[in-house]
């Protein structure tokens, strides 16, 4: 009942916020409608999903759902705010859990496994790699391919796929989708030089204003490795970090927070740290999986894997695993939208959870 | 609907677990294994502030400082706070204008970023850091920073003293990186013989710097800082008097001056013509006058006293005498008839003395500089049949030379020393091909040939004949303050060196009452001094160069060696004066009063006026500006050449710019010269060629 009132209420308002800019100024009060609308699109998802009429398994049901999470992605990128757009990604685990079939999964660890390969391996030799493999497969199959000609036309059309992919989706992708320090961003991380970065004549102009930029990026990448490697075992001491309280780290009280901990609390104040948040999701999943509702079990579900992703991508951004996305640290980050959104998201699931009992589906 | 996927609630929290161990994995590997990062932060974070102890001071023997540390201002700017100034009122005071202002600020912006002080002028003069110090609250952003200097009270021994400067990029490779950039370090002289004693300890303190490298605090409130250790004084032999009178008395004079205590080793004044003020080396124009100096062909910059060789002349005939009576070649009572040549070998050498009975003993031989008289001593020193051939000999002779600390470095406290030259056999080898005999040398008897002395040596050879035998290596400091077991250093000075061990104290006698004669009835009788036995030498040596590809007979050079009083040597000195002349001439006089004022403390009334004569008296050689001018021409030339600049070179090329060469004496036409085509000859470089005989 309550998730049904929710949902009417979501429609119109969250079109609505969304046609705004990325922040809103109410008086001195900032308002990032990118950042609470995580909590309306999780309710839609959850909604959606729930209907009786979705049958998942079908194809229609699942552009819907992709749909629903993935417009509010695109308006965000539209505002330029693409971490945020990413954490709409993470609603796909919610609706793996409710039958998305694996092999979405698969694809889409594949793609992301060749375009890293693409990234870091000289385009030439991959070609041949895949071509190699191509072959492989088909040598090895050859006798079901005897019986079963569709097979062959397959993995051909896999092969034509993964190397177009290659060839011509990344680079496309870094140039023309991609902004500038997004792939200077995503470089840094590798350790490589841009090979993407003097193909574009239209954005030179713009490689001379980004170049300092992306100094910068390496800079608080670097500095935030150095924070967090400097305390060591057990750490310097609550706010004794010299990183840290002389500014060394940008941007430390939002997407560096964790640089904070790190260098004040050590390994041993990282890993407890890490393990509440742990303990927070396995709860949270776990209180997913009582629900007789599907709607709070998706909801729930849905809380789990943004949490998951803001936290993941955030503290792999610090050490160096992730390219630098902005991306806030839950109920540590400063930021109020923040705060508030993963507070009222947290509240609502409990609030189902404490009516688990009265819903019948 | 979803029952059936309650299997991938599994999957999903074991994705939640793998990305979490991934992250605890690279935590592992970033605060635990990496040791670097810790490393990285510190330098990030903390600041080693070198905090630069006071210098050592260097006393003479009386405990007057000669060289002292005082404080001197820089002005330093931090750019960011030195917004909306005065320029123009700035620029009235600096005396400089608008534009180099500017220039300098983005200097200092450059060098230390906007945040940091810089420095915008260095060293200010004592009239302008009273200026700026009225009125630096007008100027925020600015102020005036202390800054410890090296100061020579005395305006005197700038060539013993040495002086500090930055270390270059050698010195620091050098030290193992124990010195760094912007550090200073003695550069010359006692300064640089004595650094890690009058060094003292850095200090370090510990700050914390922000983002911007601004300081703000100390770290862990000091509790690694170390404290700054003063560097510990030297006591030296020095008389600040006697070498301020010595360099008084080498003014507008290439030349050198050694006076040395016999008994102990310790020098009491050395000086080196031309002189400079060692306070033109520390102040705001150290520079520039380093730069001029550097350019001067008459090498102010050059100690002579350690580095400057000379043919010995005649001084060497003492001791060419007690090599051959330690040797046993020749007794005190050996004497030869002379009649104003030698012939004893093809060529004759000439004698000035041609009255019978001059060289009749050792001791008239010496009183009257018998040239004569010598070389049969060399040749019989040579000749030694206990040795069988001239080799053997030659070789001996060599020995007894190294012992008389000639012919090698002596091993003064003061870096980069000369040695001088000893011929040995492998010398004359290389230039008669193996085929010599003692009559090739001949003139080493009296002190020509290849042989070449320092006046540190020369002086040090008057030691030990005042010692009768022995000798301590000279040196400047007797002490050190605070010296403990591990000041090596000075353990070398107190050690007693014999030269000569088989000469009985009564033969000495009679080669010191030879010299004793040199002033009563010989050359020297101008060195007399009422009450005080001066044992003494003259000696003059022939001189030509090449010179625009001609010989120039040169004037010869002065030289005088003494030691006083006889009974009881307190000092013993040797003078060089180039182009002075005779002995007599120029370099006795100057050893004269400088053994006046230190024997009686005092110079008579008739010695001041000669003191004030002899400072007056230029004896610059004549040939200098030429040489100055060639210098200079070719450097412009070569600048030209590298940097197509030709504003150096214009002056060079109008009519009559060059100084026309003083009329020098035609060379003897007889005299057979190599022609050498270096139109340019390192400083003092003079080619010595075929020197005669002189007293």
């Known amino acids: ?361 | 609907m979803a029952l059936f996927n309650q299997s991938r609630s599994f999957i999903i929290r074991l994705i939640f677990g793998v990305v979490f161990v991934i992250i605890v994995l690279q935590l592992f590997n970033l605060q635990v294994i990496s040791g670097k990062y810790r490393q990285l932060a510190m330098n990030n974070a903390v600041f080693p502030k070198v905090k630069y102890p006071d210098r050592g001071i260097i006393y003479d023997r009386k405990n007057r400082a000669i060289l002292n540390n005082t404080i001197m201002y820089d002005l330093v700017v931090t750019p960011n706070e030195a917004k909306k100034i005065d320029t123009q009122g700035l620029c009235e005071l600096l005396e400089i204008d608008t534009a180099e202002f500017k220039r300098r600020m983005l200097d200092a912006r450059f060098k230390n970023g906007p945040f940091r002080p810089s420095i915008f002028e260095d060293l200010l003069p004592p009239a302008l850091h009273a200026r700026l110090d009225e009125n630096i609250y007008k100027f925020p952003g600015f102020a005036l920073v202390e800054r410890p200097v090296r100061v020579y009270p005395y305006n005197a021994a700038a060539h013993i003293m040495g002086y500090i400067g930055e270390a270059d990029s050698g010195i620091i490779k050098r030290s193992k990186n124990f010195y760094r950039l912007g550090d200073y370090v003695g550069r010359n002289g006692l300064e640089a013989y004595y650094e890690n004693v009058l060094m003292g300890q850095r200090g370090v303190q510990y700050m914390i710097k922000d983002n911007k490298n601004r300081l703000v605090g100390s770290y862990e409130k000091g509790a690694f800082d170390t404290a700054a250790i003063a560097g510990r004084n030297l006591q030296t032999y020095i008389d600040i008097d006697i070498q301020q009178l010595a360099e008084r008395l080498l003014k507008n004079k290439v030349g050198a001056v050694v006076a040395i205590e016999p008994k102990t080793g310790g020098i009491l004044a050395m000086a080196s013509g031309p002189n400079y003020n060692p306070n033109d080396l520390t102040g705001p124009e150290k520079q520039k006058n380093y730069g001029k100096m550097a350019l001067d062909v008459a090498a102010p910059l050059f100690n002579r006293a350690i580095k400057g060789q000379y043919p010995a002349g005649s001084t060497y005939k003492p001791i060419g005498a007690l090599v051959a009576l330690d040797e046993g070649v020749i007794t005190p009572s050996f004497g030869i008839g002379c009649a104003g040549a030698y012939h004893g070998c093809t060529r004759p050498v000439r004698c000035t003395e041609k009255f019978a009975g001059h060289a009749a003993n050792l001791r008239t031989a010496i009183a009257w500089s018998c040239n004569s008289f010598f070389c049969d001593v060399l040749r019989r020193t040579i000749d030694n049949p206990d040795y069988r051939n001239p080799r053997g000999g030659l070789t001996k002779w060599k020995e007894y030379m190294g012992k008389f600390g000639l012919g090698r470095r002596l091993g003064v406290d003061l870096p980069s020393e000369d040695g001088g030259n000893m011929p040995d056999t492998t010398q004359y080898d290389k230039e008669y091909r193996g085929s010599w005999n003692s009559c090739t040398m001949v003139t080493l008897g009296i002190g020509q040939d290849k042989m070449t002395v320092t006046p540190l040596q020369m002086a040090n050879s008057m030691c030990i004949i005042a010692n009768k035998g022995y000798y301590y290596v000279p040196h400047f400091v007797r002490s050190i303050e605070g010296e403990t077991k591990e000041d090596t250093t000075l353990k070398r000075y107190r050690q007693k060196h014999e030269a000569l061990t088989h000469i009985p104290d009564d033969v000495f006698e009679v080669v010191i009452s030879g010299m004793q004669d040199v002033v009563n009835i010989g050359t020297a009788k101008a060195a007399q001094l009422p009450g005080i036995n001066i044992c003494a030498k003259t000696g003059t040596a022939e001189n030509k160069m090449v010179l625009d590809g001609r010989v120039i007979q040169l004037k010869d050079n002065s030289m005088f060696v003494a030691f006083a009083p006889r009974e009881n040597p307190r000092i013993a000195i040797a003078v060089v004066i180039q182009n002075g002349g005779f002995g007599a001439a120029s370099a006795l006089p100057i050893a004269s009063l400088i053994m006046e004022k230190y024997l009686t403390d005092s110079l008579r009334a008739v010695s001041v006026k000669k003191a004030e004569e002899i400072e007056n008296t230029n004896l610059m050689p004549s040939y200098l500006p030429r040489m100055q001018y060639k210098a200079d021409s070719t450097r412009a030339t070569e600048w030209f050449k590298i940097t197509g600049d030709s504003s150096y070179i214009k002056k060079y090329l109008r009519k009559g710019a060059s100084p026309v060469m003083p009329p020098m004496p035609k060379p003897k036409p007889k005299t057979n010269i190599t022609k050498v085509n270096a139109i340019l000859l390192p400083d003092d470089q003079f080619l010595v060629i075929n020197h005669k005989k002189q007293p």
């Open chain 1, 1 to 361: 009942m309550i998730g049904i009132l929710l949902l009417l209420l979501v429609f119109p308002f969250h079109t609505e916020v969304k046609g705004t800019n990325s922040i809103i100024r109410l008086g001195v009060i900032q308002i990032q409608p990118a950042d609470i609308c995580k909590l309306f699109v999780n309710l839609a998802l959850a909604k959606y999903l729930s209907r009786i009429e979705t049958n998942f398994s079908q194809p229609r049901s699942q552009l819907i759902a992709a749909a629903i999470t993935l417009v509010p992605a695109l308006i965000s990128i539209a505002q330029s705010e693409t971490g945020l757009a990413l954490v709409y990604f993470s609603f796909f685990l919610v609706m793996f859990r409710e039958g998305l079939p694996p092999s979405y999964l698969v694809i889409g660890f594949s793609l992301a496994v060749l375009v890293v390969a693409t990234l870091l391996v000289d385009k030439n030799i991959l070609a041949i790699v895949l071509t190699g493999i191509a072959f492989l497969s088909i040598y090895l199959l050859r006798r079901q391919i005897k019986r079963q000609r569709g097979l062959l036309a397959t993995i051909v059309i896999i092969w034509i796929t993964c190397v177009s992919v290659q060839r011509f989706a990344v680079p496309f992708i870094f140039t023309k989708v991609l902004q500038k320090h997004q792939v200077e961003r995503i470089f840094n991380l590798i350790g490589r030089e841009n090979p993407y970065a003097n193909q574009n004549t239209v954005e030179s102009t713009e490689v001379e204003t980004e170049k300092p930029k992306k100094v910068d990026d390496n800079y608080n990448v670097k500095q935030s490795k150095i924070a967090i490697g400097s305390g060591g075992v057990l750490g310097v001491g609550f706010l004794k970090g010299t990183q840290t309280r002389f500014d060394f780290v940008p941007e430390q009280r939002t997407d560096f927070i964790f640089c904070t901990i790190g260098e004040g609390f050590g390994f041993i104040g990282s890993i407890t740290f890490l393990g509440i948040y742990f303990f927070l999701l396995m709860r949270i999943v776990m209180i997913a999986e009582r629900q007789r509702s599907v709607f709070s079990r998706c909801y729930a579900y849905g809380v789990a894997s943004v949490l998951f992703f803001h936290i993941a991508i955030n503290i792999c951004m610090t050490i160096g695993l992730a390219p630098v996305i902005g991306i806030p640290l839950p109920f540590i980050s400063y930021g109020g939208t923040s705060l508030l959104t993963f507070t009222v998201m947290l509240f609502i699931m409990i609030r189902l959870d404490a009516d688990r009992q009265m819903v019948l589906r």
